[in-house]
């Protein structure tokens, strides 16, 4: 909630985590810090980023994402997508369900809100440099210090990395390669008045090689990591997130006031059909701007009260232009967004024992839109616009009780929500242009224990997503989003971290889950063209019944290491389930040795090189997969003062 209160304490599914918790390699991702919380999965491709809590998670190539993500307390509006490489991160929490009442931005199925390294917050200067065997090279400097009142910190790091994925047409080695320079600075200020006040910026500019899928079977199939793209297949991507916070601690409650801009863009330009066939490119750009203003106040962090609460209101305007031209089929829709928002939330908890607690929540979301598209083809050039506005309520309750000092068993029942929009990419009318807001209910019950050297949690939930967002085909090959499905989702959950000796501590989790389609009939491309097709009972994309993973790491003296495997049952890439990636588990590993102000770490991602696919694609030339992520071994020196 927005009233502190330590994470042992939160009724909800939480999970905390740190830098040294996360990749030994030489960035961290969201997919570093999701890793091991269980019913998660991260997809990435070359055409796309999510995230995937209990089965919820957007429709490819979505402007909208049901998993929020925060930086420095910005609410990134496209989601995952626009989230910047983790250089600086000082820590990461992981919330999973709906979070209406407690930010400013509106999340249906979760919440990763990263707190980069506040200025002045300690006293480092860091240098690091990293290489791997797949000819992949970084180096970064960090500097943080606080003189008097005045804290400064800055961060820049820069990656080159070979591709993994070649072409045979071409012989370059483009699939996955990477030019990256991201920057991180700010000022912060403590006031004598209780009074403080910090400016941050992120920014980062990415050059991408984006060449990596291939056909598996038909006529154009070739080996792991081979492509056979006729034409060449990049990505540029800029992102920008400045934030200013200001916080004064009243006597009666702690107000937080948070300024926000954000800023990505990205060029697309793919192979149309990724074969030798010269059939042209497919193009996506976008651009996308916001500002936001929230406003927060709780009952103070040390009051000893029996009631605590949260309140805030939060602003934001935003728009995106969106330009996706089709190569082959020679048409290009060029379409311009505008939007605005406005919502009041909070949330309040009273003690009404020593050990139980009683919440409630809600959230009052309004949203206005606006959108444009024309569209170009053979056929012609057409002009068509919608308006969309939504009003909605999101209630939340929770209940708390203290087995003992160590020990706490919650409940929770929310109700979430994502915003309706527009289909920039397939529509060719006003009668498909629009698609309406999904809703979800989730309930949960859990119970904690926390202690210096053991603490668990085990939950179990369902959720029910009604009005689900899907992409559906319709005749003459054109898509729309529509509101066709009824999803739900239930399942336990575990997590435990264990310290077996001083220098040694063990750490795990496990994730049991039945995510399947209640109802959803539509249609899809069959021998002859569009044919019904009834999808009811199908397991949801992306989301496997069990996931798990288990870690074990050494730190004494001089040495430092770990090993860890995280791994999944089957799952599909596709609504139909047609397309299944098998089960698998893949292995990190790391050791090192620091003396003084020098630590070199040799580490290993995929240690066992173990072949998956990152996604899976049905086309009427064969199956176009990615192949994930294989073994890379690299050796990192850093040294700090």
Do not use: C
Request: charged share 20%; no cysteine.
């Amino acid at each position: 909630s927005l009233f502190e209160e330590p994470v042992e304490g939160v009724p909800g599914s939480i999970t905390l985590v740190f830098p040294e918790n996360i990749s030994p390699s030489e960035t961290a991702d969201l997919g570093d810090v999701t890793s091991g919380v269980p019913n998660l999965t991260f997809q990435r491709t070359n055409a796309d980023e999510r995230l995937v809590i209990r089965g919820v998670s957007a429709y490819p190539n979505a402007l909208a994402d049901p998993v929020g993500v925060n930086v420095n307390g910005v609410a990134l509006p496209l989601g995952t997508i626009q989230a910047p490489t983790l250089i600086s991160l000082d820590q990461a929490v992981v919330l999973v369900g709906p979070q209406g009442a407690h930010y400013g931005r509106n999340s249906e199925a979760g919440l990763i809100s990263l707190e980069f390294a506040s200025p002045g917050g300690e006293d480092r200067t860091r240098v690091k440099v990293t290489g791997a065997q797949d000819e992949s090279f970084a180096g970064s400097v960090y500097f943080n210090r606080l003189y008097g009142n005045t804290g400064l910190v800055f961060a820049l790091e820069a990656e080159q990395t070979e591709g993994a994925t070649s072409n045979t047409i071409t012989g370059d080695r483009q699939g996955g390669a990477r030019d990256r320079l991201t920057g991180y600075a700010g000022i912060g200020f403590e006031l004598d008045t209780g009074t403080s006040i910090e400016l941050t910026h992120i920014r980062e500019n990415e050059d991408l090689g984006k060449e990596q899928f291939r056909y598996s079977n038909g006529l154009f199939a070739t080996d792991r990591f081979t492509s056979n793209y006729s034409n060449r297949s990049t990505e540029t991507r800029e992102i920008n997130v400045p934030s200013l916070r200001f916080r004064h601690d009243l006597d009666w409650a702690d107000f937080t006031s948070i300024t926000g801009l954000t800023g990505f863009k990205r060029d697309l330009e793919l192979d149309f059909d990724t074969s030798p066939l010269p059939l042209g490119v497919t193009r996506r750009d976008l651009d996308d701007r916001m500002i936001s203003q929230e406003f927060r106040l709780a009952s103070p962090a040390n009051a000893e009260w029996p009631l605590k609460w949260s309140a805030g209101l939060s602003f934001f305007t935003q728009e995106t232009d969106v330009n996706f031209d089709l190569g082959a089929f020679a048409t290009d829709r060029d379409t311009q967004i505008e939007q605005d928002g406005a919502a009041l939330f909070g949330f309040a908890e009273y003690a009404v024992t020593d050990r139980l607690r009683v919440g409630a929540g809600a959230r009052l979301d309004y949203t206005r839109s606006n959108a444009t598209q024309t569209i170009q083809s053979p056929l012609g050039t057409s002009t068509y616009a919608a308006d969309r506005s939504e009003t909605v309520f999101l209630p939340k309750l929770t209940a708390a009780y203290d087995l003992d000092a160590n020990t706490l068993l919650y409940g929770t029942i929310s109700r979430g929500y994502l915003a309706g929009g527009y289909n920039y990419n397939a529509a060719n009318g006003p009668d498909n242009f629009t698609f309406d807001p999904e809703f979800s209910t989730t309930a949960e019950i859990g119970v904690r224990r926390s202690g210096a050297g053991t603490s668990w949690d085990f939950a179990a939930f369902y959720t029910e997503v009604s009005d689900k967002q899907i992409v559906e085909v319709i005749p003459g090959g054109v898509q729309r989003i529509n509101n066709a499905a009824l999803v739900s989702t239930y399942g336990i959950e575990a997590k435990f971290d264990h310290r077996l000796t001083d220098a040694w501590s063990l750490k795990g989790s496990a994730g049991l889950q039945r995510a399947r389609v209640r109802s959803f009939s539509t249609t899809a491309f069959g021998p002859v063209g569009p044919m019904p097709v009834d999808y009811s009972g199908n397991q949801l994309p992306y989301a496997p019944d069990v996931t798990y993973s288990l870690g074990v790491s050494y730190d004494q003296d001089d040495w430092f290491g770990s090993l860890a495997v995280n791994g999944t049952s089957a799952y599909y890439f596709d609504a139909a389930n047609t397309l299944e990636q098998s089960a698998f588990a893949t292995v990190d590993a790391s050791i090192g040795w620091r003396k003084d102000s020098i630590a070199v770490t040799l580490w290993a991602t995929n240690l066992f090189d173990e072949n998956y696919a990152a996604t899976a694609l049905s086309t009427p030339r064969g199956t176009l997969v990615e192949d994930g992520a294989g073994r890379r071994i690299g050796l990192s020196v850093s040294a700090e003062w």
